[in-house]
Each structure stands twice: as C-alpha cells, then as structure tokens.
C-alpha cells in the first residue's frame, strides 16, 4: 500500500498534473486562437471593454449574486466554488507536495480555515447533488457528467477530512489516503477534457460573447454560392 | 428579482386565471405556421448543409466551440426567463434551448462527438429534433436576459439567433417576417410596410398640419434634404400608427434647430433579419447605409425602435465600412443631448399621471440606453415611478424577436410571452406606460387590452410632444413668417441654411 501511494502521489500525480496543464493549455489555446481569427474577420472590430471587464468582475467576484434567486443554489454554489479553489492550493499538507513537484511554495490557510472551508465544501457538494436530483429545473438539465463530478469531488474532500480529523487505525488511514490522492490524480487528469474546462476558460467567456456579435462583412454572397453552387 | 419557477399547478393556476377563453399551451401551440412545405425527409440534410455553409464563413464556429467547452448546466439561467418562468416547462430553460443546437454542433461539427457519436449511436440529427428547434427558438424572444445571469456567459440570445438563421435557410421561419422582409427588399416602396411615397408624403403633411394647429409652430418634416446632419429611419409602422411620436421628433428638431431629414427611398429602419436569418440583416442594413450615403448625411439616426437601433449600432459598421461607417444614434440619445443643452422646454405641468418607463431589451440590454430617458422624464413628469427589474435586468415585453410580428401567436404573447411583464406593470400602478420601441408598444397595448391592465402605451416623444413648450419668440416668428427654418428657432443660434 505505501508504495502505491507513493506512486500515486509522485509519478502518477505528476502525470495527470501535466495532462491537465497540457489539456488545458491546448483548449486555452484553440479557444484563444479562434477569438482571434474571428477577431480578424470581423467587419467592426470596436469591442465593448468596458462592459468586458465589468460583466467579468461581477463574476469574477459574485457579491452581488451571493443571494440571488434561486437563493440558496445561489449561495451554495458560490461557497462551493470558494472550498474547490482554495483548499487544494493552499492546504499546508498539499504545499509540501507542490513543493516536491513543481519546486515552489506559498503561506498556507490557517488550519482552521482549512478544516471548516473543507466542511462546507463537502455540505455544499451534499446539497447540490441533493438539489440536481430533486429540484426539477436542474434536474431535467443534468447529464450524466454533471452528477458524476460532485459524487468524484467530494472524494478527496471526504477523505482528506477524515485522515486530518479523525483518530482512525494506520491500515485505514492509509486506504483513505491513496483513494485521497487517486481521485485527486483522476480530477485532474479528467479537468481538461469535461466541462471542467470552465475554470481556465470561463473568464473569457465575456470576451467571447462580444466578439460572437462581430460577424465578418458582406458573408451573404458567400452563403449563398456555398449553398447554391450552381446559383 | 423574486419570482420563482412556477410549479405543475401554479401554472396550470396560471394559465387558468387568464382571461381569455383560448388559451394555448406551450405544448398544444399549433407551430405549423412557420413551417414551410418541404420534403420532411430531405430536411436533416438540408439543415446540415446550411448549419456547414454558415459556419464556413462567420465567425459562429468560435462560439460554439466555447460554449460546447463550458457549459455547466447549472440552470441558473431558468429564473431570468420569462418564458420558463410562465410555463414552468423545462424545455423553456434557455440551456436546454441552446442544448438543442450544441448537441447538434457537436455531434455532426467536433471530432469528438462524431466519435461518441458513432460508438454510442445516438445524437443523430432528425426531423423531430429540427421540429423542436423550430418550435424552441421561435419559443424564446431573444431578449438576453439570461445570458447575464450565466455565470460562464452562455448567450442563449445568440444560440436562438444562429438556430433560426439555420432554420430559415431551410425554408423554417414564420411567414410573416418573411412577407414583411420581401415588400422592404423586393417591393416598390423599399419598405415593410409597403407604404407608397406619396402616402408618406400625405402623412408627413398631415402631422405638419397637426402640430401647427396645436402647437402654433410651423414645424417641418425635411424629406430628402442632402447634406443634413441627420437621416432619419424610423420603423415604418410610426408613419401609421405612432403620429404622437413623429410630433415629438420633430418638435425636439424644431427646437435644436439641427438639419435632418426623411429619405424617401428608404425611409423604413425595421431589420428583421435581426431576427432571422444574417444575410437578410446585411442587405438592409446596407440599404439604410446607402440611403444616407444618397443623401450625404453625417449621421444615421433612428427612431423609437429597440432593433432597428440595435441592428444599425452594431451592424452597420460590420456590414458599411467599419471604423469608416456613418456614426449611428438612436433618437432618445439625441433627444437627451438636447435636454442636457438646455434647448428643451418641457412643461411639469402637463404630465400629471403616474408615468413608467419600459426598457426595450435592444436598447437596455448592454446598457446602450437607460439612464438617458429616465433623466429626461423624471424633469418634467411629476409622477414619474419605476418598474422593477429595469435597465439592463429589464424582463422583456414578451414580443420581443420579431414575435410581435407574428399575430397568429397573439395568445401566446399574451399568455406566456408577457405574463412576467404584465404581472410587473399592474404592480407598478403606471396610468402612462413609455415604451419608446414600435415592436413592444404594439405587444404592451395588446397586453394592455388583453389582460386588462389599467394604463396606456405610449411612445417616448408622445410625451416630450405633449409636454414641450415652444417660446414667445418662435410663434411671434411664425405669425409674421409661417415657415420654419429650424435654425432660427434658437436666438443666438446661427442658421446654417440647412434643413430647409
Ligand atoms: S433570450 Fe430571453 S426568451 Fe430566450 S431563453 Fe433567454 S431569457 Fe428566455
């Protein structure tokens, strides 16, 4: 068992760290690149930045939409978003080992933050699950990815709860420890290739819907030749 | 905003206390309407075909692939549309509507999904799926609202519009939009509404006799003047039906003293290739482009209508020239600068019900204009009160995308398209209700009438018409010499000769 979670955690977590980094790179990329391109052919090339950055900031930090209709969905996710990004970055028994990984660290949550950050993680991933099954709306939009990441998210959440918390035999606390670093080595290399890509892609996300209104000049004759070649 | 998705019952209950007798549901509307006589068989591959030729000249292929990329499905997007929240139906759910197309992208667009595609056998485009997106995307009144509340920035607004360009190059799109597209872009008189010129030029005299005979002022309606400051498009319906505005537009003229004018070859600003179908945009758009080009105007202005503004904003650089096009101005923009200037009087005393605002969705939604005619009504309306939702959160009037168009669904608009709003108008108590866009003044009347609501509609420049009080000066000047030369309505103004 040691030395497969050595494995998991060494070898396999830099794997999958760089399949993500890869992965998330390539989409970052051919999205950018495609902006761009449209960008070129677009006949007004006037961008509203202003509206840009202020529509990305109100999302960037969702003050105003903490408590929004649907209010609790609203507040749940927001707080939910909140544990995912901090608790993997900056746990100070995870800073050991991006330190081992990639050679560099950074201060550390307070063990009390981080222990009740991880709590609500897990409440808040308990009640979106609890809400994509019952809540009609969100229910009948669900795909099978979207149940299937809040039950693989609250793996590590769960297990790395337990191991720093509780008072449980070696035995167990091992076979926690490697589900703890293999579903974190899963998600990450899963990241890249599901909706999931969001975290890197969403903040331009405004960008986009800008330029989606940009067409190119004088498409009709095109479209036209295209659909009727021999008009 | 407060409201929440509607259950079974509620919106049966909903649905129930309307007061008209034939009420339609959502489910037993007869969408046939817009659907052109095809070969049902041959419509996948048609559809395809055009989906394919689209993307390989616009820019939509960028979209779709982000949007395919991110989207969450987190539904948060259900309570910001008015549709969904009258009907409580899930296929209402702007992702869900949006869905219908990325699935289709995907699948027959992205390697990956025509790998799954082909393992798992499904995702196959059919006619069923091209009926529900005909049904789905002529549903929603791409008002936008809920992309602002997507939190990964979904535009479902524009997943409807390239859905019904699609749509519409297979033959899919409702008849009336197409009747009104032809008259504009193959009739004789270049417009909508196939008015003849010298009906036009009847009306324009009629409302100059109008204003004369109530206000004491010999305004003019400047028809084909070259080298004005201003061409000005209003929708064409305005020229029938909206006589109180045009007033207005030309009082605000009289008293600014700037050149502008009417052209009589194109004179009409609806574009409902908005609505439908991009090629169909380009060339009208182009044509109101060449029409102030004839005329060497400085400046495209347009009248009370959210997309005909919307559409000449942003398309007219797209399609005329980019950074060299004509600058566009919608006429509140205008009308408030000369407010600002201090060169309208507007009477307090005039306007004495309780007046509310309507922020028409083309004009709101990207905070183009929504303080401008706040300020000015609040000078000089008294009992000026505000909707909530407003600005650029407004909820749309429910007719929005061309669906005002479209009287055959006149039920659906009244029971399901503009519940929300009139639910928000009778809230607000308005008497006066200011819709300054020609597609929701004749959706808010109809809602009016239907639903009982206990105010009036009326446009923007009705009131700034009613209210705005020509100095001493300007009927002195008109007694001793009846023509107006607007230049001189403004002592100390210079008159350029122009306008005449
Ligand atoms: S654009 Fe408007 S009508 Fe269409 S789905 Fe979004 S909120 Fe609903």
């Known amino acids: 068992m040691e030395s497969l979670l050595h494995f998991a955690r060494g070898p396999l977590f830099r794997l999958c760290f760089m399949i993500m980094l890869l992965g998330l790179a390539r989409i970052l990329f051919l999205d950018l690149w495609e902006a761009y391109r449209a960008y070129r052919k677009a006949g007004d090339k006037k961008m509203p930045w202003r509206l840009i950055v202020r529509r990305g900031l109100e999302w960037a930090f969702p003050m105003k939409r903490i408590w929004r209709n649907p209010q609790l969905y609203s507040f749940v996710s927001i707080l939910f978003h909140i544990g995912l990004i901090l608790v993997p970055v900056f746990l100070f028994a995870h800073i050991d080992l991006w330190k081992s990984a990639i050679g560099i660290s950074w201060p550390a949550l307070p063990f009390r933050w981080a222990l009740w950050l991880t709590i609500s993680t897990i409440v808040c991933a308990a009640v979106l699950l609890i809400e994509r099954l019952s809540v009609k709306a969100i229910h009948s939009l669900s795909r099978g990815q979207d149940y299937f990441w809040l039950i693989l998210l609250l793996f590590p959440f769960v297990t790395g709860f337990v191991c720093a918390n509780l008072k449980i035999g070696a035995g167990l606390y091992q076979f926690l420890m490697l589900v703890h670093v293999l579903s974190g080595d899963v998600i990450f290399l899963l990241i890249p290739f599901t909706k999931m890509a969001h975290c890197v892609l969403a903040p331009f996300s405004q960008i986009i819907d800008a330029l989606a209104w940009k067409f190119p000049p004088a498409t009709d004759q095109d479209i036209l030749e295209t659909l009727n070649p021999n008009h | 905003m407060k409201t929440k998705v509607i259950t079974e019952q509620g919106r049966d209950k909903a649905l129930a206390t309307i007061k008209k007798p034939e009420v339609i549901e959502r489910q037993k509307l007869n969408v046939r309407y817009h659907i052109e006589d095809l070969d049902v068989n041959d419509r996948p591959r048609r559809f395809l075909e055009a989906f394919a030729a689209i993307l390989k000249h616009s820019n939509y292929r960028m979209v779709l692939d982000h949007f395919t990329r991110v989207t969450a499905r987190c539904s948060r997007c259900a309570v910001a549309c008015h549709i969904y929240q009258a009907t409580g139906d899930p296929k209402d759910i702007p992702c869900y509507r949006s869905g219908l197309l990325l699935d289709v992208y995907r699948r027959h667009f992205t ?55 699609i749509l519409s190059e297979i033959g899919i799109v409702p008849r009336a939009l197409v009747v009104s597209v032809r008259a504009q872009l193959e009739g004789p008189y270049h417009n909508t509404s196939a008015v003849p010129v010298p009906a036009l030029k009847d009306t324009i005299e009629f409302l100059e006799d109008d204003m004369y005979e109530e206000k004491s002022v010999k305004i003019k309606f400047p028809a084909d003047v070259e080298g004005s400051d201003y061409v000005f498009f209003a929708p064409v319906s305005d020229y029938l039906m909206e006589a109180d505005t045009l007033m207005g537009i030309a009082s605000v003229f009289a008293a600014t003293g700037d050149s502008w004018t009417i ?40 009248g009370e209508c959210g997309h005909a503004s919307r559409t000449a904003k942003n398309f007219l650089p797209t399609f005329c020239g980019g950074s060299d096009s004509l600058p566009v101005l919608n006429i509140l923009e205008y009308t408030h600068k000369a407010w600002r200037e201090g060169k309208l009087k507007l009477d307090p005393d005039v306007v004495t019900e309780k007046v509310a605002y309507h922020d028409p969705c083309n004009l709101a939604r990207n905070r183009w204009i929504v303080d401008q005619p706040r300020e000015v009504l609040k000078s ?75 105010c009036r509609v009326v446009g923007f420049h009705d009131l700034i018409y009613k209210a705005i009080d020509f100095d001493g000066s300007l009927k002195v000047q008109h007694e001793e010499d009846t023509t107006l030369d607007p230049g001189k309505y403004n002592p100390g103004r210079p008159s350029d000769g122009k306008g005449k």
């Open chain 2, 111 to 165: 390697l990956g999904g025509m790998i799954r595609g082909r393992i798992t056998g499904g995702g196959y485009i059919t006619d069923e799926k091209i009926e529900e997106m005909a049904d789905s995307f002529y549903n929603c009144t791409a008002c936008r609202r809920c992309a602002l509340e997507c939190p990964l920035g979904l535009d479902h607004g524009l997943v409807t519009h390239l859905g019904r360009y």
């Open chain 2, 263 to 302: 052209g009589t070859e194109n004179f009409d600003a609806i574009n409902y290739g908005l609505f439908y179908n991009d090629r169909i945009m380009e060339r009208v758009i182009k044509r109101v482009d060449s029409e102030a080009r004839r005329l060497n105007g400085k400046q495209v202005l347009i």
């Open chain 2, 380 to 454: 000089f309306c008294r009992n000026y009160v505000e909707m909530t939702p407003k600005g650029e959160d407004n909820i749309c009037c429910g007719g929005g995308g061309g669906a005002v168009s479209i009287d055959e669904i006149r039920s659906y608009r009244m029971t399901i398209g503009g519940k929300l709003k009139a639910e928000q108008i009778r809230k607000c108590g308005c008497e006066i209700l200011v819709a300054p866009c020609a597609n929701c003044k004749k959706q808010l009347r109809e809602l009016v009438e239907d639903q009982g609501l206990n």
